[in-house]
């Protein structure tokens, strides 16, 4: 027991730097996207710049880059993909705590599913958890319960956004059962890397113009907090229960709202906080099991 807590512990932990780190990558991006690059354009930049130290990483632990399960690691790699095509098109039009909001659905999500693809039992307070999380997305989207100054295209990619990121995380808990955190980060960049590449070109993107020396320090960044937060992320989901892990991303709630005050002077109004406390309220539901319970998804 004392090892499973400890355990717990380490992935906690793992998954709060991840959250700093990926709230940080979001912030570089969105600056990015109001400076004129396109979603493919920081696909690429996001993902290219940590393939080299991910690769030396790999060589130096002496890991094989074959993964035991291929299957299962392209298919995160499609997912992770995804998600962040529709995150990088979200957060220019959203505010970063209006964004990081709609992306908390992603805790439920990952509740549900992942008793069907991990067989971590599923209790009744998720889909009680559900209802909470939809009402908290809706009063900080919609302050007032007016929903004409929301882009609609924005918000309904951050909701598929935090549909593809629970599929990503639920199956990097299944690939976590046989690959290296490293090993799996190294794929889903390359692929990422390749289809923002591919994806830009064809549509004339990559202008010279945009890298100045500003956005090179902002591309830089991006990189190093996004291959943090997704190697930090794998290591969170290999030591504890999708459902438990997921939690964490809450934490995203405050360091969101701080980052939109310090840098773009977005204070969020009273109903934003009530639903924000409602989404906390869903995440608190989830952690919460039957006495005695089992976990069949911990290791």
């Known amino acids: 027991m004392a090892a499973s807590v400890a355990q717990l512990r380490r992935g906690l932990a793992w998954m709060l730097g991840a959250m700093a780190a990926l709230v940080a990558m979001n912030a570089c991006a969105k600056v990015l996207r109001e400076d004129g690059f396109s979603t493919a354009e ?41 998600a962040m095509a529709a995150t990088f098109y979200a957060v220019r039009a959203l505010t970063l705590v209006q964004h990081q909001t709609l992306h908390l659905l992603q805790p439920v999500f990952v509740a549900l599913f992942a008793p069907l693809v991990l067989r971590e039992r599923m209790h009744r307070l998720v889909l009680l958890a559900l209802v909470f999380a939809a009402s908290g997305a809706f009063f900080v989207l919609a302050p007032l319960g007016d929903l ?28 976590s059962e046989t690959e290296a955190p490293e090993l799996v980060v190294f794929h889903f960049a390359s692929l990422a890397a ?5 994806w830009g070109l064809a549509h004339g993107d990559f202008q010279p113009g945009h890298l100045t020396r500003k956005n090179l320090a902002l591309i830089g960044s ?53 639903g924000a406390a409602l989404l906390v309220v869903a995440g608190y539901l989830l952690t919460r099991r039957p006495t005695g319970a089992s976990q069949p998804g911990r290791p």
């Open 42 to 82: 920081l696909i690429f930049y996001r993902t290219t710049p940590g393939l080299l130290w991910i690769w030396l990483e790999l060589r130096r632990r002496q890991l094989s880059l074959r993964p035991v399960r291929g299957d299962l690691v392209a298919l995160r790699s499609l997912f992770g993909i995804a």
């Open 194 to 198: 390749i289809a923002g590449l591919v």
């Open 148 to 175: 004409s100054a929301l882009p609609p295209m924005p918000a309904l990619a951050g909701v598929a956004a935090a549909v593809f990121s629970a599929l990503a995380h639920v199956t990097i808990r299944k690939t």
């Open 222 to 274: 991006t990189a190093m907090f996004g291959t943090c937060g997704q190697l930090w992320m794998t290591r969170a989901y290999g030591l504890a229960p999708a459902s438990s892990i997921a939690m964490v991303a809450y934490a995203a709630i405050p360091l969101g709202l701080g980052v939109d005050i310090l840098f773009w002077n977005a204070h969020a109004p009273a109903s934003a906080l009530v």
